[in-house]
């Protein structure tokens, strides 16, 4: 059974920080894209940053980047989410995602909110202004 569980979600002022983690288990993590999107009341889904666990691309949202980081760690099959410089508008739920359903070489591939199979319960986030 696949499972990821993402956490560090909070309550920070605009321009503070926060870092999501995604821990994942019963999945084939190596070598696989993952994904982490965010969903807010009004809006549509929106992938915001995405890497490969073989190592090379990470791509990220033109509105998160310079701001977020995608790393991970395979030894913990985890996936972080490095979030500064927080705004008003990254106020959302944020979920991981794997298991693409195709091929995500291409940053709209990798980026697709909708092209994976997996994704947890989600971790709020909410900025203040």
């Known amino acids: 059974v696949v499972q990821l569980v993402e956490s560090g979600g909070g309550s920070v002022q605009a321009g503070g920080s926060l870092r999501l983690s995604c821990s994942t288990s019963g999945y084939a993590y190596s070598l696989r894209c993952v994904l982490w999107f965010r969903e807010a009341p009004g809006k549509e889904r929106e992938g915001v940053a995405a890497?490969?666990?073989?190592?090379?691309?990470?791509y990220y949202h033109a509105a998160v980047k310079g701001r977020f980081t995608i790393s991970h760690d395979n030894a913990k099959m985890t996936v972080y989410l490095q979030m500064n410089s927080l705004k008003a508008e990254d106020t959302g739920v944020y979920y991981c995602?794997?298991?693409?359903?195709?091929?995500?070489?291409?940053?709209?591939?990798?980026?697709?909110?909708?092209?994976?199979?997996?994704w947890g319960q989600g971790t709020q986030v909410t900025v203040s202004s």
């Open positions: 995602a794997v298991d693409h359903v195709g091929s995500c070489m291409t940053p709209d591939q990798a980026l697709g909110p909708n092209e994976y199979n997996y």
């Open positions: 890497t490969y666990t073989g190592g090379g691309g990470t």
